[in-house]
């Protein structure tokens, strides 16, 4: 089903209704933490009613559409209320009004009920200091980040306990993503029978931190847990990346032109190879879809890749054919488990690849490896091999040998057992040199 803009241009204006997923509409944050200062989320307050919203630009929030939209399917026309972000709202009273709100043509809010394409971005009439979103997350990334049960930061002005009243303060709780999705556009996540959003926290913003980057999964949208029952707990959101069209009219209301049209790169994460104790090959493909893109391999000891150990370029990619990127790294620590992921980005977004992992070998003194398991330790390829010779250079030979009859590697002193490998394949022979750490 296309979806077409309704455009109302409005002096001041927005709604709030709360929410409760899958019934009763409740949205606020309950058992999270201060999150003054935090600038991607502010208030919105239309009388007596109370939503929160994500400052994605200086022009530009992003909201709950049944905050801004009645039960018969009409904009809202009164004056809104848009607090300055991450504030004491008793504290720091400013507010911005806003010029336009957009939503998906003919959406109509079901009275207390859940809905789809529950979003909408209001276009202030003035620039609001503080924006701190550098980008929205593209569609890849929230099914990959939801496949993975990312934990991500809600942020809203709801209420803090089931029977309390909206908050003059941001509030936080991280929570992890799920698969949960019944509407498209839409994403889940998992909540308790105590913690999770309220009242007040539809339209509240749902970041993640990917590098230096505060990146935009969505809006709050509907809610079961702490203040409306359910046997699963969970939250609904709505990802603005699922609506260009809605994106690229809020953009150009604001005198910014939209990314081109096209779609984000197609990225792969491969695998590991040649690892060592200190540094391995990694490898995967992208596509760019004909935009230019530009790639680049993470990798960190956490899963969640929260703290990166480095990124490492993996360089240019044009035109729409799929280009096999490759790197190196260097500097591991032996024993560690490493995560690590092909990621590119281009005008329209960024795409992020399955995460990978690798463990670098540590080898035990008095132990030996025949070549075989020594080749599947360090990941090497034994397609087509015809002949393999392992032998530690000079300065090594303290640290390990190899039997000459039986061909094993003996790790016989604690060090970095450095071994010369070369490998015939195919007729081809190649040699790689490998530092293997002995404890």
């Known amino acids: 089903m296309s979806r077409r803009l309704a455009q109302v241009t409005l002096a001041v204006a927005l709604s709030v209704i709360l929410l409760g997923f899958p019934t009763t509409r409740a949205n606020a944050v309950v058992g999270g933490v201060s999150a003054l200062g935090n600038t991607a989320v502010v208030r919105l307050v239309n009388g007596k009613s109370v939503c929160s919203g994500a400052l994605w630009t200086s022009r530009i929030v992003i909201t709950a559409a049944h905050c801004v939209v009645t039960t018969d399917g009409t904009v809202t026309t009164g004056p809104i209320s848009v607090y300055f972000p991450g504030v004491d709202t008793q504290q720091s009273p400013q ?41 929205l997350a593209t569609t890849n990334e929230v099914t990959e980040w939801a496949r993975a049960g990312r934990v991500v930061t809600l942020l809203g002005y709801g209420r803090t306990s089931s029977s309390g009243s909206s908050s003059f303060t941001p509030n936080a709780i991280d929570q992890p993503l799920s698969l949960s999705t019944p509407w498209p556009g839409a994403f889940a996540a998992t909540q308790t029978s105590t913690t999770g959003i309220c009242s007040g926290d539809s339209g509240g913003a749902v970041v993640t931190r990917v590098g230096n980057e505060i990146v935009l999964i969505g809006v709050n949208s509907a809610a079961s847990g702490p203040c409306a029952t359910s046997p699963q707990p969970s939250m609904t959101g709505f990802a603005p990346s699922a609506f260009p069209d809605l994106v690229t009219r809020a953009l150009g209301l604001t005198g910014v032109i939209a990314a081109p049209a096209g779609a984000a790169p197609l990225v792969v994460s491969g695998a590991a190879s040649s690892l060592s104790s200190d540094s391995t090959d990694i490898a995967g493909t992208v596509n760019a879809n004909d935009i230019a893109t530009q790639a680049f391999f993470q990798y960190s000891r956490l899963p969640d890749f929260s703290t990166l150990d480095g990124t490492v370029v993996a360089g240019a990619v044009t035109g729409a054919e799929t280009a096999t990127l490759a790197a190196n790294l260097a500097g591991l620590a032996a024993g560690a488990t490493y995560y690590w992921r092909l990621v590119a980005t281009n005008a329209v977004g960024t795409s992020v690849g399955d995460t990978q992992s ?35 250079v000079a300065k090594s030979r303290a640290q390990c040998s190899v039997n000459s009859k039986t061909k094993r590697l003996t790790f016989a002193r604690p060090g970095t057992c450095r071994v010369k490998i070369t490998i015939t394949r195919a007729g081809d022979t190649t040699t790689g040199v490998y530092n293997l750490v002995v404890k």
């Open 95 to 135: 507010t911005i009004t806003q010029s336009a709100i957009i939503t998906v043509d003919g959406w109509t809010k079901r009275g207390d009920f859940s809905a789809g394409d529950d979003i909408a971005f209001l276009v202030l009439s003035t620039e609001m200091p503080g924006a701190s979103i550098s980008r």
């Open 358 to 392: 690798f463990t670098t070998p540590v080898f035990v003194t008095k132990t030996s490896r025949a070549t075989n398991a020594l080749l599947n330790i360090m990941i090497i390829d034994r397609t087509e091999v015809t002949k393999v010779i392992v032998a530690p």
